[in-house]
């Protein structure tokens, strides 16, 4: 098993930054993959950015290149968005996932953080 645990939301105006974490425990040998997705109120919940633990792998939404960026600490097993030039639209709850070795599926998930941008 993995815990997955996030920080780091909030409110901010449109324009501002907000930095997310978001921290594996467990059995954090078999991660595979962490990622970053997010669900805003009366939509389906979608991916953000990803980062691969053992292959080359990084990816970000369409909607947010060039804004965000998702970085990592391999000896804590954690994972960071740096969200710039927040708008409106970025408004949601966000979840911190990990994908485990073998797995098609991301699998744990953390409790979500709020992230509100007001105009």
């Known amino acids: 098993q993995v815990q997955v645990v996030e920080s780091g939301g909030g409110l901010v105006q449109v324009g501002g930054s907000l930095r997310l974490s978001c921290a594996a425990s467990g059995r954090t040998d078999r991660v595979n993959v962490m990622a970053w997705f997010r669900q805003a109120p009366g939509k389906e919940r979608e991916i953000v950015a990803a980062f691969g633990w053992r292959a080359t792998l990084l990816y970000y939404a369409e909607s947010v290149k060039g804004r965000f960026n998702i970085s990592r600490d391999k000896v804590k097993t954690a994972i960071y968005l740096q969200m710039n030039n927040l708008k409106p639209e970025d408004t949601a709850v966000y979840y911190c996932?990990?994908?485990?070795?073998?797995?098609?599926?991301?699998?744990?998930w953390g409790q979500g953080t709020q992230v509100t941008v007001s105009s």
């Open positions: 996932a990990v994908k485990g070795l073998g797995r098609s599926e991301y699998d744990f």
